[in-house]
């Protein structure tokens, strides 16, 4: 009996450690996942040139409606880990789109996705240079494209 | 089937809250201690059904209701209450049955403050009615409150005993939240320069005083010194993260270092609190005895502690609630005791996480103040405890018996939860 409650103890206590231990590795996670994104304007509006996408209204848990987005070079939206943007609705594809900074201009292409891509309501078909105040739409998100130099405090 | 829900990581978190629940339990059934053996197994077993059905329950619906809020503070305050009704049942038995209904209550109010409370945000609209609701609570309990262990802050309403000031802290909070936020430019500029040191000019330090004056009844009036350091401790965070200024911090303390003096010349049961403090073993047999127990018992927990239900942690006075931590540590040794510490530091990390990423100011002086609430809290008791601070008796939240703490508690944690939602 005496070894039963000895297991049975040190058990409870790696239980214990094990939920912490997880837990932290989650922390950690979350953390690094918004790291990649750029939070409030603050900090980004020092930029003199740049943009963004604000999450306008969202189906989809991974993304908060008011989130920015830092848009870089390339920024690749869809459901696969590796992109900038992650989704997680069923109706992303897993390579859905990209926005690529080109010639001074930022361009939204779909990238042959199932449910497509859509500009204040258009479905893209071909790279669509992204003017500021557009509206995106993917699988149940939309987001707002907004470039601070044409931004009015 | 994939999961396929939003509240993945609450999901995954839940398993581990579960299994120690469970061993928990057949821990206490194994060493014949507590209720759990005169019970029989069979209602001990329905007993840690009927929880663990009510904690899964809670995490259904808010997935159910597609809750987008913080995923880890309600598995880290579960783990919390677990640990705690496991040391109830253990301790004192008796209070067992009814921990577990204060539980139920507790859930209970955090389901319907995140269901009911959409918007967090109306809550800053009513300032000066929480003043008087805070008031008429205080003041009742001071005109009609019961005394027990030394400090007058019952109500007595005949079923149970309720503990208006547990209330008041939220109160408080959202009071002090939405003041600040209103007032935090004027609050901000005005300073003079005192040697050197900026001085707040007296206009502004009327917050200040009013603050302190209401901690100092509370601690003269209800003889309460726990609740009144969580107050006045609170406010000091709060008017710091508001106004980012160090100068009421340290006019705050001084002020507080000046009542807490007076009180210690005036009022005997303060001599007495400080006088145990400095040195137990002087009277071991009598004013020193509960924390020289509470030492003993730390000091015989070890390293891993004699497993649970296998200590004498009844041995001190007032263990289920005060006492808890010390129980907790003299049966999980150190390594237990340093698990339930890093737990708050998680819980106080989210807190100050939410804050951070509310959307408002109100939010995040919110979100901040309740953490800081909490933390305060926390330390006050383990301080206590441990012997590193003078006791006073207050809760350990979430852990240490009564229903009042139990269930603001949770409430708290409904408006945390609530606040990241938006964020």
């Keep these: 009996m005496k070894a039963i409650l000895l297991i049975i103890k040190f058990i409870t206590l790696a239980i214990i450690y094990l939920f912490i231990l997880r837990v932290f590795y989650f922390m950690v996670t979350d953390l690094r996942r918004r790291g990649n994104r750029v939070f409030g304007q603050a900090e980004t509006s020092r930029a003199s040139n740049g943009a963004e996408l604000v999450v306008i209204s969202s189906n989809d848990p991974a993304l908060k409606q008011g989130e920015v987005i830092h848009l870089g070079r390339q920024t690749h939206l869809g459901r696969g880990s590796h992109n900038n943007i992650k989704m997680t609705s069923s109706f ?7 926005i690529i900074f080109q010639d001074d201009g930022f ?3 779909d990238l042959n996705s199932i449910n497509g891509t859509y500009i204040n309501g258009v479905r893209v078909s071909e790279p669509v240079p992204l003017v500021h105040g557009d509206t995106v739409g993917i699988a149940g998100v939309t987001f707002k494209f907004v470039r601070w130099e044409y931004e009015v405090e | 089937m994939m999961y396929s829900g939003t509240r993945g990581h609450e999901r995954a978190l839940f398993i581990y809250v579960i299994l120690f629940f469970w061993l ?4 206490l059934l194994g060493t014949g201690n507590g209720t759990v053996a005169a019970a029989g197994i069979k209602q001990s077993l329905l007993f840690g059904g009927v929880v663990s059905l009510g904690l899964i329950t809670v995490h259904l619906l808010l997935e159910k209701w597609k809750f987008r809020g913080d995923q880890f503070l309600f598995p880290l305050t579960s783990m919390l209450s677990a640990a705690g009704l496991v040391m109830i049942l253990r301790l004192k038995p008796d209070y067992a049955m009814r921990q577990f209904v204060w539980l139920f209550v507790g859930l209970a109010a955090f389901l319907v403050t995140v269901r009911l409370l959409q918007n967090y945000k109306r809550l800053e609209d009513y300032k000066y009615i929480y003043v008087l609701a805070a008031l008429i609570l205080l003041l009742g309990t001071i005109l009609f409150g019961v005394e027990a262990g030394g400090a007058r802050s019952w109500i007595d309403l005949g079923v149970a005993r309720f503990q208006p000031s547990e209330i008041v802290k939220i109160i408080l909070v959202i009071f002090l939240a939405s003041y600040l936020e209103d007032k935090k430019e004027v609050l901000t500029v005005g300073t003079r320069n005192l040697w050197g040191i900026p001085v707040p000019g007296l206009q502004y330090v009327g917050p200040l005083l009013v603050m302190w004056g209401f901690s100092l009844v509370l601690l003269i009036f209800q003889k309460d010194l726990g609740t009144a350091l969580i107050f006045f401790g609170t406010f000091l965070v709060m008017i710091y993260i508001s106004t980012g200024r160090w100068s009421y911090v340290f ?7 000046l009542g807490a003096t007076a009180c210690y010349f005036l009022f005997s049961h303060v001599r007495v609190r400080v ?5 137990p073993w002087a009277d071991i047999e009598g004013r020193g005895y509960q924390i020289i127990q509470s030492l003993f018992a730390l000091g015989s927990g070890g390293a891993f502690g004699t497993g649970i239900g296998l200590g004498q942690p009844n041995l001190i006075p007032a263990v289920h609630t005060d006492f808890v931590f010390s129980a907790w540590s003299e049966e999980t040794g150190l390594v237990g005791a340093i698990a339930i510490l890093i737990i708050y530091c998680f819980i106080i990390y989210r807190g100050f996480r939410i804050a951070l990423a509310a959307q408002t100011g109100f939010g995040a002086l919110l979100a901040a103040g309740l953490t800081s609430l909490l933390a305060v809290q926390t330390l006050v008791i383990v301080g206590g405890v441990t012997k590193l601070l003078p006791l006073t008796g207050v809760t350990l939240p979430f852990v240490s018996y009564g229903g009042s703490s139990l269930v603001s ?3 708290m944690l409904a408006l945390l939860m609530r606040i990241s939602a938006e964020g």
């Design chain 1, 92 to 98: 992303a594809s897993h390579n859905h789109a990209r």
């Design chain 2, 409 to 411: 508690s949770y409430i």
């Design chain 2, 24 to 27: 928990g339990l057949f821990s």
């Design chain 1, 107 to 109: 361009f939204l292409e």
């Design chain 2, 275 to 279: 006088a145990i403090w400095l040195n």
């Design chain 2, 251 to 257: 006019f705050g303390s001084f002020l507080f270092g």
